[in-house]
Antibody, heavy 117, light 106 residues
């Protein structure tokens, strides 16, 4: 069955770089896109970045300068890097699947990231 | 970038009520809107895609409509399991979520 699972450090110091991994199963990254979506505590959802089935990428324009999304198809993993972290980057980070430029049909359980010294 | 204005931010309803949430896009999104339900501590769950198509497993008391820039999402006969937050998502041009609506019991 389709599964996505996020992993990451949990706690990151301000100004450092965050690295998150989304490990997928039950589908191929060369057939589906994967996005990252985040949600600060008690707030709404924000789309961050996507990597499409062909390997091209798109980013939220407000965060673009700080982001990098990539994938390792041999490991079925999507990687997100965000630099210059600030406290306002504290959030639950989800990865989600889409078929083409379509809505998100499967989500991971999320990984909580806290930015604090 | 497309902006999505969702209202109201919160709703209070009694069991059996009908409630409606609206989303207005900053430009025509060609009916490419989906609606999600999220319960505390959980990932969002898709309910509706392409304005009005119920995703498999979505109860028929949920519905969606709209076109152009203006869209709505309704729950008829609210049940206790519907108490959650709801979000619209435009996917016509990349992705933008609405700010969310928290549905509470009156």
């Amino acid at each position: 069955q389709v599964q996505l699972k996020e992993s990451g450090p949990g706690l990151v110091q301000p100004s450092r770089t965050l690295s998150l991994t989304c490990t997928v199963s039950g589908f191929s990254l060369t057939s589906y896109g994967v996005s990252w979506v985040r949600q600060p505590p008690g707030k709404g959802l924000e789309w961050i970045a996507a990597i499409w089935s062909g390997g091209s990428t798109d980013y939220n324009s407000a965060l673009k300068s700080r982001l990098s999304i990539s994938r390792d198809t041999s490991k079925s993993q999507v990687l997100l890097k965000m630099n210059s972290l600030q406290t306002e980057d504290t959030a639950m980070y989800f990865c989600a699947r889409s078929y083409g430029y379509n809505f998100f049909d499967y989500w991971g359980q999320g990984v909580m990231v806290t930015v604090s010294s | 970038d497309i902006q999505m204005t969702q209202s109201p931010p919160s709703l209070s309803a009694s069991l059996g009520d009908k409630v409606t949430i609206t989303c207005q896009a900053s430009q025509n999104i060609n009916k490419y809107i989906a609606w999600y339900q999220q319960k505390p501590g959980k990932a969002p769950r898709q309910l509706i895609r392409y304005t009005s198509t119920l995703v498999s497993g979505t109860p028929s008391r949920f519905s969606g409509s709209g076109s152009g820039r203006d869209y709505s999402f309704s729950i008829s006969n609210v049940e206790s399991e519907d108490i959650a937050s709801y979000y619209c998502l435009q996917y016509d041009n990349l992705y933008t979520f609405g700010a969310g609506t928290k549905l509470e019991l009156k």
